[in-house]
């Protein structure tokens, strides 16, 4: 083999190795810093259903909504999801006209840090005067109650809702 032959399979091998390193180092930084924070947006579901603090701004400005017909509408300010087991619990989401995602990817309402829980796991929303919960095809299953659901079923108030290690109660404010 002529020289320049060698010369080139050498700066071959220490790239090789070098990319390697680099490789590895970049694992072991993901593993030991976990996995990174997904910040919402400003159109964050959420954020669109609570009642406006004033007459500009808010949700009601950005929904382009009448902030006194947020208020007078009893289904959306006096129904909650509340979290009574579980990692997250004490955790409340009111409920409103947008229906709520429950699972362990980012983009969802309710992200829970559950090996149980399918990334897009359970919804809840609202038809006809009534709340619903449904299983979105879990591999795991959602209870009600303690029974497993297939599909959409009612979600009255004071029932559980157990997905893995994590409880919800529907709960309604006085009127």
Do not use: K
Not at 44 to 61: H, K, L, V, W
Request: with cysteine; aromatic share 4%; charged share 25%.
């Amino acid at each position: 083999m002529s020289e320049l032959t060698l010369v080139a399979l050498r700066l071959g091998l220490v790239l090789a190795l070098w990319i390697f390193v680099v490789v590895v180092v970049l694992v072991l930084r993901n593993d030991l810093f976990g996995t990174t924070v997904v910040t919402r947006s400003s159109r964050d579901p959420r954020r669109e259903q609570r009642p406006a603090s004033g007459p500009i701004g808010g949700a009601a400005s950005q929904a382009g909504t009448d902030p006194a017909s947020l208020r007078t509408d009893p289904e959306v300010t006096q129904a909650a999801m509340v979290v009574t087991a579980g990692p997250l619990r004490g955790t409340s989401l009111t409920l409103g006209s947008t229906p709520i995602l429950i699972g362990r990817a980012p983009e969802c309402t309710l992200v829970l840090d559950d090996d149980y829980a399918s990334n897009r796991h359970a919804r809840v929303f609202q038809r006809e005067e009534e709340w619903m919960v449904e299983d979105l095809g879990s591999t795991n299953g959602t209870l009600v109650s303690g029974r497993r659901i297939e599909g959409a079923v009612p979600f009255r108030p004071g029932a559980q809702v157990r997905i893995g290690r994590t409880e919800i109660e529907l709960r309604r404010g006085p009127r």
